[in-house]
């Protein structure tokens, strides 16, 4: 349920954070709890019960209705969801208020906005099929450029070293290049409805989506009904589809939608990520991120080293103030730990990552602390 919706009608339902347990998960511990607990149980069963009648009969009725008369005016995918948040409705009851619209400009923003989240499932899906091949460009790059470091005298001026920063830039691009290209490849499997081959994907991929997150009939929605019945207004999903994956492209009204291509290479203009960030303030995240002094402690290195390198990859993905000095002070931590795991390789690229990423006031006392490091370490092995 929707938070908005628990506020609205939190009077006449009372509701509390464990109505979504079942009955019977609270009766399998039957033995364990009070006839009181097992009460409380029921009551809250009751309520969620109450409060999902109350949406479906109540809450999203007056929602379309409001849709139809007017008084709630939606015009793309970000203020329909809005719209449908602000009366509580998750976007999962898009079927709900599909079946029950009657006027087709309505019945196809909710189509709309059903298979362009459908889309962007697969379009996700297919964007992480090229990380594993992008990343092992990116690591054969740093151990090229490892090698050229070590020094080849015979080497040409081609095979010249490349550094750290300029190899991440090229792999950055290299992973654009795929991005683009299988952005281009998704899109006109989804618009270019007079393929064969995008028929194939719309009746095996994108509508089995649609019937899964939805609940939506597959009787009263198929291919050939989207159709021939003109349900699906293609510019409509179109914006839908930027706005759900972050893929935007030109904007401008001469594409051909009953082509088999209708998008070309040149009308993308950006991919934008869409992926939620990591919450580090949630309890659970706190504990692993505070596990690795305790790891440390234990003698268990790798799964020390596993923690801060989690630690390293939230730092990344969610960057704060503190960035620079807290993310080289953790690729010191795991260069240290590398160095004491007997892992030499993997400790000299932590530690360059580390003197890259400290701030110029630390750079210096980060790498006179590696280096003591490194000596220290290499005359243990002698």
Not at 241 to 249: D, E, I, N, R
Request: net charge negative; aromatic share 6%.
């Amino acid at each position: 349920m929707r938070p908005e919706f628990v506020r609205m009608h939190g009077n006449n339902l009372p509701l509390h954070s464990n109505t979504h347990i079942s009955i019977e998960q609270v009766l399998s511990v039957e033995h364990r709890a009070s006839t009181r607990s097992q009460l409380e149980a029921q009551l809250l069963q009751q309520s969620a019960i109450s409060a999902q009648e109350c949406l479906h009969t109540v809450i999203i009725p007056e929602f379309v209705a409001d849709l139809e008369s007017g008084t709630t005016q939606v015009i793309d995918s970000r203020s329909l969801t809005r719209a449908l948040h602000g009366e509580g409705i998750n976007v999962r009851y898009l079927a709900s208020c599909y079946e029950l619209a009657s006027l087709k400009h309505i019945r196809r923003a909710l189509l709309a906005e059903m298979v362009a989240r459908a889309c962007k499932i697969e379009f996700r899906a297919s964007l992480r099929l090229i990380l594993p091949e992008v990343t092992t460009s990116i690591l054969r790059q740093a151990k090229a450029t490892g090698n050229s470091e070590n020094g080849d005298a015979n080497d040409g001026d081609d095979n010249r070293s490349i550094d750290p920063a300029t190899a991440r830039a090229l792999a950055k691009m290299a992973l654009q290049e795929q991005a683009s290209h299988v952005t281009l490849e998704f899109v006109n499997l989804v618009f270019g409805t007079s393929s064969r081959d995008s028929k194939t994907f719309w009746e095996r991929r994108i509508l089995p989506q649609v019937y899964a997150k939805f609940g939506i009939s597959q009787k009263a929605l198929n291919l050939d009904t989207i159709i021939s019945e003109d349900l699906l207004h293609m510019p409509q999903l179109f914006h839908a589809l930027q706005a759900q994956t972050g893929a935007y492209f030109s904007d401008h009204m001469n594409y051909n939608f009953k082509g088999a291509e209708p998008i070309a290479l040149q009308n993308i203009q950006c991919i934008s990520p869409r992926t939620t960030l990591l919450a580090r303030t949630t309890a659970a995240c706190e504990r692993v991120l505070e596990s690795a002094d305790a790891f440390l402690a234990a003698g268990e290195l790798s799964s020390a080293l596993s923690s801060i390198m989690f630690h390293i990859y939230i730092l990344e993905t969610a960057p704060s103030d503190e960035r620079n000095l807290s993310l080289c002070h953790l690729l010191t931590c795991a260069a240290n730990i590398s160095l004491a795991m007997n892992l030499p390789d993997q400790a000299k690229k932590l530690a360059t990552l580390a003197i890259e990423e400290s701030p110029s006031n630390h750079a210096d006392l980060t790498r006179a602390g590696i280096s003591d490091q490194f000596i220290l370490c290499f005359v243990t092995h002698i």
